[in-house]
């Protein structure tokens, strides 16, 4: 049974800082793709930031230079530090991990930027 808990959302002021987690339950070596999706209000889920066997991290343009992904293997967790935060990226935050035969998801953090 594969379970991930994201956890690290909260309010936070524009410019601001926060560092999501993910931790991951289960055999995590079956694992070949580690990342992050977001989804806000009234719109689709969106790609955020990954990487994976073969595929070295890659981010979308909206968050590339502000948000940082990695993972922890002795911690089985993956994380997300995202900087310079803005009410723009306000939304549901999703890590999501892949092995041969499924996706798997959490069932996501809130993340509020607002003053």
């Known amino acids: 049974q594969v379970q991930l808990v994201e956890s690290g959302g909260g309010l936070v002021e524009p410019g601001g800082s926060l560092k999501l987690s993910c931790e991951v339950s289960?055999?995590?070596?079956?694992?070949?793709?580690w990342g992050w999706y977001r989804q806000a209000p009234g719109k689709q889920r969106e790609f955020v930031a990954g990487f994976g066997a073969g595929i070295s991290r890659n981010y979308a343009d909206s968050v590339k230079d502000r948000f940082v992904v990695w993972k922890s293997s002795a911690k089985n967790t993956l994380y997300l530090q995202m900087i310079s935060l803005w009410p723009e990226d306000t939304a549901i935050y999703f890590c999501?991990?892949?092995?041969?035969?499924?996706?798997?998801w959490g069932r996501g953090t809130q993340v509020t930027v607002s003053s």
């Open positions: 999501v991990v892949r092995d041969a035969s499924a996706d798997y």
């Open positions: 289960g055999n995590i070596d079956r694992f070949n793709t």
